[in-house]
T-cell receptor, first 118, second 108 residues
């Protein structure tokens, strides 16, 4: 299994541009989420999804959109980039219920996308 | 959301045991105690979890107080590769809420 993959690894945007951060997992996980991490800070939840077709807001959702059309993919869209969105973005996935001996809520994280908005 | 309290930073000598404390006085009966760590420039990774009993795995041990209001992550022999930020998280329902964690420095 590739686990959780994220693309791109690095991105530089100008203020006002839009873009989509990609996240995919091949573990058949129901639950997927997006976090951002600013320098010296912990992770803050942006949006999450408990299954295909279902999304919900986290702690800091403003300026971001998500959709979940398949179990595997959970893209994060920046509608109009702002310098305040400069951050490292992590995607994570997990089983939402105990499944084949798994631990509920054990999240697997991708390697991150480092985004700079000028 | 249930909250945890951890020291901002700790330091350890290489090859010595490390005890990372976590207070969670508002824990509910169904909350699992999870520990994650984040190595430099990487995403967080799962370390260990427990509910009521002490737990061991290949990475660490987790000691849980009898009243479940605190727990301690134990690294038996710290190595330089264990230098990371360690997060103690209460998991009842997804999503997980991360605090600032404890930054562990390991001195050679």
């Amino acid at each position: 299994n590739a686990g959780v993959t994220q693309t791109p690894k690095f991105q530089v945007l100008k203020t006002g541009q839009s873009m989509t951060l990609q996240c995919a997992q091949d573990m058949n996980h129901e639950y997927m989420s997006w976090y951002r991490q600013d320098p010296g800070m912990g992770l803050r939840l942006i949006h999450y999804s408990v299954g295909a077709g279902i999304t919900d807001q986290g702690e800091v959702p403003n300026g971001y959109n998500v959709s979940r059309s398949t179990t595997e993919d959970f893209p994060l869209r920046l509608l109009s980039a702002a310098p305040s969105q400069t951050s490292v973005y992590f995607c994570a996935s997990s089983y939402s219920k105990r499944y084949r001996g798994s631990v509920p809520d054990t999240q697997y994280f991708g390697p991150g996308t480092r985004l700079t908005v000028l | 959301d249930a909250k945890t309290t951890q020291p901002n930073s700790m330091e350890s000598n290489e090859e010595e045991p490390v005890h990372l404390p976590c207070n969670h006085s508002t824990i509910s009966g169904t909350d699992y105690i999870h520990w994650y760590r984040q190595l430099p420039s990487q995403g967080p990774e799962y370390v260990i979890h427990g509910l009521t009993s002490n737990v061991n795995n290949r990475m660490a041990s987790l000691a849980i107080a009898e009243d479940r209001k605190s727990s301690t992550l134990i690294l038996h022999r710290a190595t330089l590769r264990d230098a990371a930020v360690y997060y103690c998280i209460l998991a009842g329902n997804t999503p997980l809420v991360f605090g600032k964690g404890t930054r562990l420095s390991v001195i050679a």
